[in-house]
């Protein structure tokens, strides 16, 4: 099927445009919702977001509806800040995050990390993250150390679950079908959703879920020519992989006259299939035939997840939360040899070559004095890891290198009412690692309530990055290479100080936010690979370098009547020191951003209309590009050159919300990948040129949403 993208492009632009800046009628009107989401990320008990001591970004259910997402890379895509890394051979999309990759962040669900192929919480693929039964998602910026301790460098993303339903029974069914740039078809081309979910109160306490999701990507072909092409030109196969997801969770929720006991299980399946590009002709001398075959790859990644919690209040007042986890993931590797014509496999291979399990326990109590101006917390955390990872280790022995690791923390916190506007929370986490040192963790946050609706909150802390599996046991040595991991690696160090200043007005009808952010985070002992013997030439992990970052950000929002207008700027500098290079330079190098929102909402019409924008400036890096004569790296500026998302949708309901379709564009501006450039010692304007693949193009989808309750 083939889609005019100019065409359609056009449509989305004309009809938005006229929305957007239409006039509304006075009987058109809607509640302005007032900052009074309720949030749990970092606080002592579930509080409004104008009364938490840490600043909170919330995405709504009805944000993550208007851009029909369905995993966690669909949704954050326009945060500031936030940059989704793709790629179209692995199928994995990560996040940077105040410029650090997904190793420096937590991704909890309900509060608790999800484990993923190097452990727990962090470096997690976004794409295998299904939002059907999510409430909200939770971002809190700067160091969570002592709430969440290891790898909350940056902060914590915390996606929230739904606990409850109103109706006795609550039955949804979603089917959603997009194009993959310019390419779709019923079943082997485009993307493909079906979900499911049952709900049921049981009774006056006893509350059931059930859910099912599919999720068919059927990859994209670009100039590739897919499986069954036996020319070896370079044709065959996907420029993006095709990939089947399915998701199947359960949840029970009891609540007693004092607790609330929650348990959640989920399965996970992913299968990512790869086609060699080369392909070999097996031509008979004999009867002048050929059988031409490729060595194509299947790849499985399987994930289980087991939660317990329970929370409530003791007679004395005294709140308490706890929490028990076990979870595994592996990923299999099925490579065969394969026979294109006559689609038969020789050389069958299985294999599994990632696995984590990890048994997770963390507990917390407060309100142990009943005093208005004062409040401490008391927790405990444990984490006991093991896995292996062959791709990184496997060729030294030809067996799996696995490893265990275990994590007892202990931490507290005080919270002050200093006076009725200010208050105050310091906190420390005493952190034993069988692998690693022992880690002292800190943190103070400040919430200053000043006049006419501006409030003010500080927060300094400390955290840390244990090494990943590749850093400690990495090991590539032939003829040409000696790349080695280093089990002596220390945890990189880090410390941020953010400063966040909010102002809040009432206008006729709306309210206006406005939000000022400071950022600072500074990483010593950041472990990169470094020349450890220069004859033979030799690698190996070390704590060698170090990462600053600055940044200012601007967050405004308008909501007025039907209208609902955010617009935020965000400027940082990074500066990376490589001490172990001669030549390194330590200059901050700066970068921008810019993203705006606008959602109409016809009251009337029963339909919400929304678009969003983010521009992403220009990156720069230094990269080595050639050597001295005493044999020190060269190092050049490379440019990544600017590049812009816009999403497009329209959502409407029928049949008194019964029925629900949003029809949309994903990636309007059509951006598949942006150019990276750097200057070469062969001169001032001698430059090299290659791409960095972003996405697949512009893309359309529709999506159908039933709801049934009775």
Not at 123 to 149: C, F, K, P, S, W
Not at 506 to 527: E, M
Not at 650 to 663: G, N, P, R, V, Y
Request: net charge negative.
């Amino acid at each position: 099927m083939s889609l005019n993208k100019n065409y359609y492009c056009l449509f989305f632009t004309l009809v938005l445009t006229g929305f957007l800046f239409s006039q509304t009628t006075a009987t058109d009107t809607t509640h302005i919702e007032t900052l009074n989401e309720v949030v749990i990320t970092g606080q002592y008990n579930p509080t409004t977001i104008n009364k938490a001591i840490n600043n909170v970004i919330v995405i709504t259910k009805t944000q993550i509806e208007n851009q029909a997402a369905n995993t966690l890379a669909d949704v954050l895509n326009f945060n500031l800040n936030l940059t989704i890394l793709p790629s179209s051979q692995t199928g994995k999309s990560t996040i940077s995050f105040f410029g650090l990759d997904g190793q420096y962040f937590n991704i909890l669900i309900d509060n608790i990390p999800l484990v993923s192929d190097s452990g727990m919480g962090n470096n997690i693929d976004l794409t295998q993250i299904n939002l059907d039964d999510i409430e909200r998602i939770e971002i809190v910026e700067g160091a969570m150390g002592v709430e969440y301790g290891a790898n909350a460098v940056s902060g914590v993303i915390n996606i929230i679950t739904k606990k409850s339903s109103e109706e006795p029974w609550k039955i949804q069914f979603l089917t959603q079908e997009e194009t993959v740039s310019n390419e779709y078809a019923w079943f082997d081309k485009g993307r493909h959703i079906q979900g499911l979910n049952i709900s049921h109160n049981l009774s006056d306490q006893l509350y059931a879920r059930i859910g099912f999701n599919r999720n068919d990507f059927a990859g994209f072909f670009d100039n590739k020519q897919g499986q069954s092409y036996y020319q070896n030109d370079g044709l065959r196969g996907y420029e993006w992989l095709p990939k089947t997801q399915y998701n199947t969770n359960a949840f029970l929720n009891y609540k007693g006259d004092k607790f609330t006991l929650l348990y959640k299980f989920e399965y996970f399946n992913e299968i990512l299939n790869y086609y060699d590009e080369t392909v070999r002709s097996n031509i008979n001398v004999e009867n002048q035939t050929s059988n031409p075959s490729s060595t194509d790859k299947i790849f499985k990644t399987n994930r289980l997840v087991n939660n317990l919690s329970i929370n409530g209040t003791f007679n004395s007042g005294a709140r308490y939360d706890a929490s028990l986890s076990y979870q595994e993931q592996k990923r299999d590797l099925n490579q065969f040899n394969y026979y294109i014509v006559t689609q038969q496999k020789s050389d069958v291979t299985n294999e599994t070559y990632q696995s984590s399990k990890v048994l997770f326990s963390k507990g917390t109590i407060n309100n142990l004095l009943q005093n208005d101006l004062y409040n401490f917390q008391l927790g405990y955390e444990a984490r006991y890891n093991k896995g292996f990872d062959t791709q990184a280790s496997g060729d030294v022995t030809q067996e799996d290198k696995e490893y265990t690791q275990s994590n007892f923390a202990l931490f507290t916190s005080s919270e002050w009412k200093i006076t009725d506007a200010l208050s105050a929370r310091p906190g420390f986490r005493y952190e034993y690692n069988s692998k690693f040192n022992t880690k002292l963790l800190a943190s103070l946050s400040l919430r200053q309530q000043l006049k006419n609706g501006v409030e003010l909150r500080g927060n300094i802390g400390t955290s840390y990055r244990t090494p990943n599996f590749q850093e400690l046991y990495y090991y590539f040595v032939d003829s040409n290479h000696d790349v080695q991991g280093n089990e002596n690696l220390n945890p990189e160090k880090g410390y941020t100080a953010f400063i966040n200043l909010k102002k809040t007005a009432t206008i006729p009808n709306g309210i206006v936010t406005s939000t000022l952010k400071a950022s600072y985070i500074d990483i010593n002992d950041k472990i990169d690979l470094a020349i450890i013997n220069s004859t033979p030439l030799q690698y190996e992990y070390i704590n060698i370098n170090a990462y600053k970052l600055w940044g200012l950000t601007t967050d405004n929002s308008l909501k007025k009547e039907q209208w609902n207008f955010n617009f935020g700027a965000t400027i940082q500098g990074i500066s990376r020191i490589a001490a172990n290079e001669a030549n390194a330079s330590n200059d901050f190098l700066y970068s921008f951003q810019i993203n705006t929102s606008s959602t109409y909402i016809s009251k009337k019409w029963d339909t919400a209309f929304s678009l969003l924008f983010k521009y992403n400036g220009a990156q720069y890096d230094y990269t080595a590009s050639d050597a001295d004569e005493e044999g020190n790296s060269i190092f050049s500026k490379s440019k990544t050159n600017a590049y812009s998302w816009m999403d497009a949708s329209i959502k409407k309901s029928f049949l008194e919300k019964k029925i629900q379709a949003t029809i949309g564009a994903r990636n309007l501006l059509d951006v598949t990948s942006v150019a990276i450039s750097s200057t070469t010692s062969g001169g001032t304007h001698s430059t090299n040129n290659n791409g960095l693949l972003l996405g697949y193009g512009r893309s359309f989808y529709l999506k159908l949403l039933y709801n049934l309750n009775f």
